[in-house]
């Protein structure tokens, strides 16, 4: 889902993720979050441009941390690169299996099996699929243990640990407590950057024409926001949820009639994102949603 070129404000000119390597590594660079589409001017960030060489699992790359303009074609291109279905090997291609770790169910849903899940889609949705790996020039069956988000945010709750393998492009072996961070006011700097997390908490779902908002109820802070208007740098942060993701799903839960329920309503919400991020014009901050399988909401205990 990557971005060819940014706009560098510290080199004040646009480049590709090569040359902020290049930059950075030449102290002329001083943020992976230093960058803005050369088009419509959103906030982007070059992920993995600050870990060290030898804990990158992949290049650095730009990548979007909000909603481009409308019109904006370099958005238009990542929205079709979007839309484009996962597939098992996009999302772990490289990953050796093992048996005792259980993947996170990420492909996107089809219509043919809309008529297969209920209203809570599957919260008991464990597949187990097999996987011929060539080890050691013999071919060996092993088992793949996957769960849907959902799943993973009931086993969560229920005070379950267990590892869970994480897709690309931040591959990593991680507990499920680990896994899951709830929002409380935590600072930017105090979150681990280029990673895979659920993060959750109380938030509250709020109808637009064209999206829906996700805005959590607690706070996260941050040094380069400005400041509110009782003087202080923290912000509610939020997500989007576009009317196409929903009018296109062929789950019942996340379906327009369920989400119109929702409006204005306080519920639990989980969602698998990469780290939050300042919008460019520092006073939201904002997750990235990929897709309705990266999200869970359910009801306020």
């Known amino acids: 889902m990557s971005l060819e070129y940014a706009y560098s404000l510290d080199l004040k000119l646009e480049i590709n993720s090569t040359q902020a390597d290049i930059a950075f590594k030449e102290n002329k660079i001083t943020s992976q979050k230093n960058f803005r589409c ?52 996009d999302l772990y291609g490289g990953i050796e299996v093992f048996p005792n770790k259980v993947r996170i169910n990420l492909t996107q849903a089809t219509a043919k099996e809309q008529g297969n899940q209920h209203n809570d889609e ?20 092993i ?17 379950e640990n267990f590892e869970v393998s994480l897709p690309n492009p931040y591959s990593e072996d991680i507990s499920l407590q680990d896994l899951f961070i709830e929002i409380k006011g935590q600072s930017l700097n105090d979150l681990e ?11 509250w779902v709020n109808k637009y ?57 306080p519920k639990k919400v989980f969602i698998l994102a990469d780290t939050p991020a300042l919008n460019s014009q520092a006073k939201h901050i904002n997750f990235m949603l990929e897709n309705l399988e990266y999200l869970e909401i359910i009801d306020l205990d």
Not at 51 to 76: A, T
Request: a positive charge; one cysteine or more.
């Open 209 to 265: 024409d064209e999206f829906y908002q996700i805005k959590f109820d607690n706070f996260l802070c941050d040094d380069g926001l400005k400041p509110n208007k009782q003087g202080n740098k923290q912000v509610q942060p939020t997500f989007f949820v576009a009317k196409r993701l929903v009018e296109n799903y062929p789950y019942k839960k996340f379906n327009t009639e369920n989400m119109d329920k929702m409006n204005r309503k």
């Open 122 to 141: 599957s919260n008991s949705s464990v597949r187990k699929n097999q996987k011929t790996n060539h080890i050691n020039g013999n071919n060996k069956s």
């Open 193 to 203: 950057q280029d990673c895979w997390r659920i993060y959750w908490g109380k938030a």
């Open 38 to 89: 050369p088009e419509c001017g959103i906030a982007i960030t070059c992920a993995n441009l600050e870990k060290p060489k030898k804990d990158r699992k992949r290049d650095p790359y730009f990548k979007s941390v909000e909603d481009h303009k409308l019109g904006c074609k370099q958005g238009n291109d990542e929205k079709a690169r979007k839309s484009q279905t996962q597939t098992e090997e």
């Open 143 to 159: 088992q793949i243990n996957s769960r849907k988000v959902s799943s993973l945010v009931v086993a969560f709750l229920k005070g």
